[in-house]
């Protein structure tokens, strides 16, 4: 019988992160062929990714720009993916998540009736433009995808109330099968400035933000009050890796450059990015991914944004949702530095979003879709 091709598309760092684990278990796996696509869209961030998982791409469209819009994404991806999916002729094409990536790389695979699947579908807000814009990306990829790997039963329930067509499964969220390579106890960072701080007697909080919605007075605001917890707490060390949008370099550094105990650095692979959440005190994002590692990892998580597709780690206690005012971050971070037993309240290991065999379920989801397996998979949680 012949393999079954799937071409997996993807173009930023967390999508790549995310699927690196897939495409390497599809690859070991008899009945498939697994080929991958990168659109470019990040470019040092993706291609840190490729290194870490030693995955080489069979294609990439190298559609990054400085300053890119969202338009010149999705135009660009989808015209270079006329090309790929003429050559390759995949029999499915996997995509990842919410972002242009993702929405013009579906789009692509419809316009050449190549069925799709969607990996990590089904997170909503509800709100188009928060966040924007993946809570639109996300929705629109859920009509045109047959295939629906949820994280969690949450995330099928959201898609069976919007009566979404496609078979629709629930696998756990594969970054977690990724954190069962990344996080090591006996892990030594590779990045000078992590191997000087004193985990065992300061503070550290690691910090990232990158959001679109969050560009202009959100994110000043977001950095302000980190300005302020600096100052203020000569117990901590803030350690920054900065998002290489120049947009955000720009508000970053105008108000963090200098600030005493702010350790800005540039990003940093996943390998050191995992086991540097793994032995901090707590972590503030905007990211969506870290609000899916750090409850792993019993880190408690500020989420500096108004809203969360993810509500399971906030169910649980390890998750609080910040918001993008000054005077509320400061408040909720104070309290998880200084009162003992809210931290422990909510520094509780929790693993809402998988078991580390998320990949094994969207295979054989896979193959059984196609005919080539009889069962198909038990659910994650089930
Ligand atoms: C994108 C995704 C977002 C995801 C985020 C992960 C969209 C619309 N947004 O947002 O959903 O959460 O990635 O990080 O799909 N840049 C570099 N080198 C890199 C990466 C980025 O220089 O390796 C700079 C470029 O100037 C680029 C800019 O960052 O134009 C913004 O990148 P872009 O992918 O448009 O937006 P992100 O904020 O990264
Ligand atoms: N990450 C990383 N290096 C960094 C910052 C983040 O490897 O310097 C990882 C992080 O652990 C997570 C992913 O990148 O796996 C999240 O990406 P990002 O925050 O850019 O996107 P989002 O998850 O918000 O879409």
């Known amino acids: 019988m012949n393999k079954l091709k799937v071409l997996s598309v993807f173009g930023t760092r967390p999508e790549a992160i995310k699927m690196a684990p897939l495409v390497k278990y599809l690859a070991a796996l008899p009945e498939f ?18 290194d870490i998982f030693h ?15 969202l338009s010149s994404i999705t135009s660009r991806t989808i015209l270079g993916m006329d090309e790929v999916i003429a050559k390759a002729q995949p ?8 972002t242009s990536t993702t929405f013009a790389g579906a789009l692509s695979a419809f316009y050449h009736r190549v069925p799709v699947g969607h990996v990590e579908a089904g997170l909503r807000t509800l709100d188009k ?12 990829v859920g009509d045109i995808a047959e295939l629906h790997f949820c994280p969690t039963a949450n995330n099928l329930r959201n898609l069976e109330r919007e009566a979404v067509a496609g078979e629709k499964f629930i696998t756990g969220n594969t970054v977690i099968d990724a954190m069962q390579t990344t996080v090591r106890p006996d892990f ?5 400035e992590l191997n000087e701080l004193d985990f065992g007697g300061r503070k550290v909080i690691t910090v990232t933000c990158h959001r679109r ?18 100052l203020t707490h000569p117990e901590l060390e803030i350690v920054y890796p900065v998002h290489l949008s120049p947009v955000v370099r720009e508000c970053v550094f105008g108000i963090l450059r200098d600030v005493p105990r702010v350790h800005l650095i540039d990003p940093i692979d996943v390998e050191n990015m995992h086991n540097l959440m793994a032995r901090c005190c707590f972590v503030m994002t905007d990211s969506g991914g870290l609000q899916e590692e750090a409850p792993a990892l019993g880190k408690p998580v500020l989420v500096l944004r108004r809203e969360t597709e993810r509500p399971e780690a906030v169910k649980a206690g390890t998750v609080k949702l910040a918001g993008v005012e000054k005077a509320e971050i400061l408040r909720l971070a104070e309290m998880l530095l200084t009162d003992e037993a809210a931290y422990n309240a909510m520094a509780r290991a929790v693993n809402p979003y998988g078991d580390g065999h998320a990949c094994q379920r969207i295979a054989q989801a896979i193959a059984w879709h196609f005919g ?8 994650f949680g089930a």
């Open 33 to 50: 062929e697994s080929l991958c696509c990168l659109t470019g869209q990040h470019r040092e961030m993706l291609d840190s990714v490729m």
């Open 55 to 69: 995955l080489r791409a069979d294609y990439d469209l190298n559609i990054m720009q400085e300053r890119q819009t």
């Open 91 to 98: 029999d499915l094409i996997l995509v990842h998540g919410d």
């Open 129 to 140: 433009y928060s966040p924007y814009p993946e809570e639109m990306n996300r929705t629109l």
């Open 188 to 192: 030594v960072f590779s990045v000078p």
């Open 213 to 230: 919605e969050n560009y202009g007075e959100p994110m000043r605001n977001i950095m302000e009050a980190l300005r302020e917890l600096a």
């Open 372 to 379: 080539r397996s009889a069962e198909k998979p038990a659910d």
